[in-house]
């Protein structure tokens, strides 16, 4: 048996992270244009203002701007049938409130959109990725003011227009439960702090907890109006949710660390997934705001909005799996809103993420096994110091690191998990949302651009390029080997 007739097999991307051109053509500022370059050992700062003497490396990124050509085309060539991508949102929306959209922000995109059509190349679009008007955020303080909806639907009324016979497949949010699991204020909700900040800062106090929770519920909501907006006005649209995978696994078989993986899994994973798909909170939420001191405010028709707009497919990012353990001694391991105690069987990347392929499956199954709707690994790789040395990155390790994921990912459709797609992360290095480096790279296609901003921005294939289009065109078969 192996992977399913038509699966898609192709890349991701997100457009703060590699378009650049931030003040081209009409764009407003993002809130990630606001965020500087930090390392594994420094935190990337949100500035309220963009100062001469920080580097913010949003900005150019890696100019795919004005590279899609070449880029699409080296997509194409590696066989990609999908190319996870998002819009920026304040390039059509410079500051996030107008009626009408920037006309060159509407052509870019379309002449994108068409120029994968005519590569055959279906695009998946997210339609916030991390990526909130910086004007909008400062105005009206971000996702917890509920006018906030109604900027995204006229956002989401125009690109379902726009692009209503170029795309199909959309996301509504990036990782929605970064704002369940107390990481995501500043990117993800444009709530942004009175002071300069890390971007991953987050006071924890109920009240702070209540804003963010009330941010996210607004993303629900808006999340279901945007699904029943589409089926409108295109039935063909299909919609996923996105969320980070967190994967906590119980560190012993004390009962006490069970039940806080089984917690973690729910309030880190199904908080989210069950309002998207399900439409409706899941049976802890309640527990969870009242022992919390969280305070939600629900309009009366918000119940049947969520029922209404459920996604018709359940899409993901998985990086890692994570451990929990009732001992609080324990050291933890570091990752992207999983960080939990480690685990002595897994190795680590040079970031510190826990490599974990089984764990691919063991979620797989989890998800499908609760929703029984389509799933999509919507984002999965290694970041890596890559060297480029006459033109050329043997990055085996990278090559180690997915063929393990992609074996396991067929394990989980021999299990019968409707597994439909597969988009790696950065399929071209790109801008690292964590650490804010060039260096850590997750591409099939190495970009010259280094941390410090300089770089002749020209491409070049690495050794993964050929592996990926021979699995690519063997429909999986080359990574079982
Ligand atoms: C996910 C984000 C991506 C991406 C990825 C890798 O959480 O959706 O935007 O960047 O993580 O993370 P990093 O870039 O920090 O290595």
């Not at 709530?191 to 804003?211: G, N």
């Not at 109006?225 to 906590?248: E, Q, R, W, Y």
């Amino acid at each position: 048996m192996s992977f399913p007739k038509g699966f898609f097999w192709g890349g991701a991307t997100a457009a703060n992270q590699c378009e650049g051109a931030w003040d081209v053509d009409g764009r407003g500022e993002s809130v990630a244009d606001h965020f500087t370059k930090g390392d594994r050992q420094t935190p990337r700062y949100f500035t309220y203002r963009i100062d001469e003497g920080n580097y913010y490396p949003s900005h150019e990124a890696v100019d795919f701007y004005h590279h899609y050509k070449e880029d699409i085309r080296l997509f194409k060539e590696m066989g990609f049938n999908i190319y996870r991508m998002s819009i920026s949102w304040s390039r059509l929306f410079p500051e996030g409130d107008e009626e009408q959209p920037n006309p060159k922000g509407i052509a870019f995109y379309r002449d994108v959109l068409t120029e994968l059509k005519e590569h055959h190349i279906e695009p998946l679009v997210t339609i916030s990725h991390y990526d909130i008007p910086f004007g909008i955020a400062k105005k009206y303080g971000g996702w917890q003011n509920r006018k906030f909806i109604n900027f995204y639907l006229n956002y989401c009324k125009v690109i379902f227009t726009e692009y209503r016979s170029l795309v199909k497949y959309w996301l509504t949010f990036n990782e929605i439960n970064v704002l369940s699991n107390g990481y995501g204020d500043i990117m993800a909700a444009g709530m942004l702090p009175e002071k300069d900040c890390p971007i991953f800062y987050t006071e924890e106090t109920a009240e702070t907890k209540s804003r963010r929770f009330q941010a996210l519920h607004h993303q629900f909501v808006a999340s279901a109006k945007a699904v029943s907006l589409g089926h409108g006005i295109n039935p063909d649209f299909k919609f996923g949710c996105m969320i980070a995978a967190t994967l906590p696994y119980g560190y012993t078989c004390n009962p006490d660390d069970q039940l806080l993986a089984q917690k973690e899994l729910n309030l880190k994973n199904y908080f989210c997934g069950d309002v998207l798909c399900r439409g409706a909170y899941t049976p802890m939420a309640a527990r969870y705001f009242e022992e919390e001191h969280i305070l939600v405010n629900m309009e009366k028709e918000d119940a049947k909005t969520l029922k209404d707009g459920t996604v018709d497919f359940y899409s993901f990012s998985y990086y890692m799996s994570s451990c929990a353990s009732a001992d609080t001694g324990k050291e933890n391991s570091g990752g992207n809103m999983s960080e939990g105690v480690k685990n002595p069987y897994l190795e680590t990347s040079d970031w510190g993420w826990q490599i974990d392929p089984k764990g691919l499956r063991y979620y797989l199954n989890e998800i499908y096994g609760r929703y029984h709707i389509p799933v999509m690994v919507v984002e999965n790789g290694l970041g890596a110091d890559d060297i480029l040395a006459e033109g050329e990155v043997e990055d085996e390790y990278r090559i180690a690191y997915m063929q393990s994921h992609i074996k396991q990912m067929h394990e989980a459709v021999k299990d019968g998990v409707e597994l439909i797609g597969y988009t790696s992360w950065g399929c071209i290095d790109l801008v690292s949302l964590s650490t804010g480096e060039m260096k850590k790279r997750y591409g099939f296609i190495y970009v010259d651009k280094n941390n410090d901003g300089s770089g002749s921005l020209k491409r070049y294939k690495k050794k993964s390029f050929d592996w990926y289009k021979e699995v690519i065109a063997s429909n999986g078969e080359a990574a079982l080997k």
